[in-house]
T-cell receptor, first 118, second 115 residues
Framework: AQKITQTQPGMFVQEKEAVTLDCTYD???????LFWYKQPSSGEMIFLIYQGSYDQQNATEGRYSLNFQKARKSANLVISASQLGDSAMYFC???????????????FGRGTQLTVWP | NAGVTQTPKFQVLKTGQSMTLQCAQD?????MYWYRQDPGMGLRLIYYSASEGTTDKGEVPNGYNVSRLNKREFSLRLESAAPSQTSVYFC??????????????FGSGTRLTVV
């Protein structure tokens, strides 16, 4: 079973509008962390935001916020006031707690290609 | 600048050739990882090293070997390259345990084509 599911292969948003990128996850570990990365056409992986499973509040970093709904196992990324430079591939990823063989690794979704148009 | 350095950035190999991808980090991280990225597949773990002296297989280890040379360096070797290994390879490092995002840092990637 997929650990991370991103159901939107592509999303379009007009400049200055907000957009939500969906991510659901699957784990039985009570301790885990959720990440969002941006990958522009140049190829590098840019860390955007992190949410720990025990964090009481939703994470925010500038124009990025993570809508964390633990019971639904969802961790959607919200980008407010979209800019042309936000056009990129976005990946959701999860790190499970400190358990033996999976220690440290990230599980990635397949990504969502976001296009911001003027 | 502190970070993860991968070499080379681009490489073309003929089927059957061998090569080693190099990775070094200067953040004093314990853990290092090799991922591959294929279109529509996200990043998948090839091998990782939780700490110096240990290595373990990830999701897609076949056709690869790794060496954790020291705390800083973690190399990935293709002994006999195959077209199916055409991909973009990312090295990453992180702290082993702790709070927050574990300092996860990615290299800039190596684009490998096997013909």
């Amino acid at each position: 079973a997929q650990k991370i599911t991103q159901t939107q292969p592509g999303m379009f948003v007009q400049e200055k509008e907000a957009v939500t990128l969906d991510c659901t996850y699957d784990t039985s570990d009570p301790s885990y962390g959720l990440f969002w990365y941006k990958q522009p056409s140049s190829g590098e992986m840019i860390f955007l935001i992190y949410q720990g499973s025990y964090d009481q509040q939703n994470a925010t970093e500038g124009r990025y916020s993570l809508n964390f709904q633990k019971a639904r196992k969802s961790a959607n990324l919200v980008i407010s006031a979209s800019q042309l430079g936000d056009s990129a591939m976005y990946f959701c990823a999860m790190r499970e707690g400190n358990r033996g063989s999976t220690l440290g690794r990230l599980y990635f979704g397949r990504g969502t290609q976001l296009t911001v148009w003027p | 600048n502190a970070g993860v350095t991968q070499t080379p950035k681009f490489q073309v190999l003929k089927t059957g050739q061998s090569m080693t991808l190099q990775c070094a980090q200067d953040m004093n991280h314990n853990s290092m990882y090799w991922y591959r990225q294929d279109p529509g597949m996200g990043l998948r773990l090839i091998y990782y090293s939780a700490s110096e002296g240990t290595t373990d297989k990830g999701e897609v280890p076949n056709g690869y070997n790794v060496s954790r040379l020291n705390k800083r360096e973690f190399s990935l070797r293709l002994e006999s390259a195959a077209p199916s290994q055409t991909s973009v390879y990312f090295c990453a490092s992180s702290v082993l345990q702790g709070e927050g995002n574990y300092g996860y840092t990615f290299g800039s990637g190596t684009r490998l084509t096997v013909v």
